[in-house]
Structure formats: C-alpha cells, structure tokens
C-alpha cells in the first residue's frame, strides 16, 4: 500500500478559511481503505461531499478518480495538524510537495503540455520537452524538487513562461526609446532629439534571442520637466520595485551607472548608447549604435543571459515548471 498525502493550500485562519489537503494512492484501492478508516470513504469517483474528516472537522472531501481524493477542511493550522496526523496514522506518507507536482510519466507529459501552452519565450518550448529525462534522472539519483539548485534554476527558468520586466533607465535624450523601437522592429515610442520626449512609461513585449520580456520604456532623468513628465518619472520608478533587470543608458555624453535603490533586487546592464556619436568612457557591458546596428544583437543576447542564464537552460537540473 502506498498512499501520499500533502497540504497543498491553507489560506491564514479567518472567516472562509480552507486547506485543501491531497491525498494520492496506487490505483489498488489504498486511497479509499485510508478514507474509510478516516470516516469519509465511499464516494465514487467524481463525487464530493460533505463529510466529517477524521473525527476533526466537517469540511468537503472530493473523490477526483480512484487514485486521488482532496480533503478540504477549515484551514486553522490546529485541524491541518490533526488531519495531516490522522492520515499519517493510517499509513500515508506526508510529504511537502507543492500542489500538483507531477509524478507519474502521465502526469509529466500533461504538465508539459499544459507549460507550453502558456509559455510566452519561444526558448521554452526545448528546455520543457527536455523535462521529463530531467526528473526522471534526477529523481533517479535520489534528487529531491526541493533541493536549492532546483530553486534556483526554476527562478530562472519560469521566465520562459512569464515575461520578465526589464526597465530601461538614462538620462534624457540619449537614445533610450530609439533602441527600444529598433528592438521591437517598429515604432512603438516617440523619438525625438529633444531630451523629455518620452512623457510616460511604454511597455511592450519584445523577444530577444528568444526570451520574451517585458520592456518598459522611461522618461530621462535629469531633465527638468512639467508635472506630468514628473508624475511618469514617479510611476516609472515604481516599476523599478518589479523589474528583474534595470538597463541602464548612457551615452558618451551623459551616462546612469549606478542603479537607483528602487532597484535593488534586479540584474543590472550597462547599455552605453549612440556609440557612432562617440566612445563613451564609462564601463559599459554592450555598446550599441541604432544607426548602425552595432551591437543589438549583442545585446540581445546579453538580457537574455542576464535574465535566463546559459547555465540554467543547459544544466541537468530539473524545472519545477508546473508552478510556472
Ligand atoms: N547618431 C545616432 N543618433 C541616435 C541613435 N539613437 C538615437 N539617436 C537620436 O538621439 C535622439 C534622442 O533619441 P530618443 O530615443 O528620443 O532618446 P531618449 O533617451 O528616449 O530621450 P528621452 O525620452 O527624452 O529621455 C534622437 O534624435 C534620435 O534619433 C544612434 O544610435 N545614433
Ligand atoms: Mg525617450
């Protein structure tokens, strides 16, 4: 008999409070002795009701087929103790898994499918279908889903699935909005050689070397403008509080190296701008010419990599991407 059982949400104790705690078996009727013995067993497959779950508490138990069942108490942390504890003293196993995590070669090929449909980078589409080997071998060699390398490359990794947000960040007139037109292969924001032009934060979706972002456009700092252009620097640098990578433009004659404490927890890339205009001195990462096209693909690639790194699309480290 092997039955597993896992809290997969408990929201904080209040009014309307549930856990919702899943219970998951060998199709061999393991599931339904574990039930019984907790007093709510003899539903039929796709039958809920309301029953008292372990002598605990009254709550809804949903029967999904003959491998799986949800019990789903009030959410206190004291009935999911007891109720965790009572499926424990029928032989569960209790593990820690987040809900739906696929386990058998079913189960994977689903959640697989269910990821490439929502996956916005076209770079998903191998690094998903590599998964399945991923798990198996890992799992395999005794790897467990919540090991810190998996964390760490799932964080990189579910930016395949939803855009990441990459805010371009300058001074005024130094060619922030012309770079993110070229990028996006049309006009998408006002250029003009006249620092202020952009009065509000455009964002739009790019792919870059196959990674699609979020790339929200700024106001240039710097330059003293009305209260409108004041308001968009305000709300643009709200933005800094989500971005996961800050590009930060300069030119020869005018550079931001350092990033603005709003963005301390994003990657940071130094973008030095209209480099046919001149070499600028300052350290930058990539050196782009629009007019020339210098340097855009390198760039390119460089967001890329700063936001989904080489390491984490080639290494042997499965993805917890259902929770993508
Ligand atoms: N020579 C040259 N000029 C460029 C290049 N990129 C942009 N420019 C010009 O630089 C001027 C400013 O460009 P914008 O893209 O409006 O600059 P911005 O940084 O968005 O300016 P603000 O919105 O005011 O902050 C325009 O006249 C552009 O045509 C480039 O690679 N080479
Ligand atoms: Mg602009």
């Known amino acids: 008999m092997s039955v597993r059982a896992w809290l997969a949400t408990a929201r904080p104790a209040g009014a309307g409070a549930i856990a919702c705690i899943e219970v998951v078996g060998a199709p061999d009727g393991s599931v339904e002795r574990v039930l019984g013995e907790l007093g709510c067993g003899g539903l039929s497959a796709g039958r809920v009701a309301v029953r008292t779950i372990a002598g605990v508490d009254r709550g809804v138990v949903a029967r999904w087929d ?7 108490p009030h959410g206190g942390p004291e009935i999911v103790r007891r109720v965790l504890g009572a499926l424990r003293a029928c032989g569960a196993e209790i593990g820690q898994d987040v809900p739906g995590e696929p386990r058998t070669d079913a189960e994977m090929d689903e959640a697989v499918a269910a990821a490439l449909g929502r996956a916005a980078s076209a770079r998903a589409v191998d690094v998903l279908l590599r998964q399945p080997e991923r798990w198996s071998a890992w799992r395999a060699r005794g790897g467990r889903s919540d090991d810190g390398r998996v964390l760490a490359v799932s964080a990189e990794l579910d930016r395949l699935v939803a855009p990441p947000l990459v805010v371009a960040l300058g001074p ?16 998408v924001a006002v250029t003009a050689d006249e620092p202020g032009t952009t009065r509000d934060h455009v964002g739009v979706n790019l792919e870059l070397d196959g990674l699609t972002v979020r790339w929200a456009d700024t106001p240039g700092l710097g330059h003293v403008g009305d209260g409108a252009l004041e ?8 933005l800094l509080g989500r971005a996961a990578l800050v ?46 096209g210098r340097g855009l693909e390198e760039l390119a690639r460089a967001v890329r990599g700063a936001l989904v790194g080489d390491a984490a699309l080639t290494a042997p480290t499965p993805w917890r991407f259902w929770e993508a």
């Open 231 to 238: 308001a968009a620097r305000t709300g643009a640098m709200a």
């Open 172 to 187: 005024a007139n130094v060619g922030k909005s012309t770079l993110l037109n070229a990028l996006a292969g049309r006009t």
């Open 66 to 72: 003959e491998r799986r069942a949800s019990l789903m």
């Open 247 to 292: 590009v930060l433009a300069g030119d020869a004659g005018a550079a931001l190296t350092e990033p603005p404490p709003e963005a301390a927890g994003a990657a940071v890339l130094r973008v030095a701008l209209r480099e046919d205009l001149g070499a600028a001195l300052w350290d930058a990462d990539v050196r782009v010419s629009v007019r020339t």
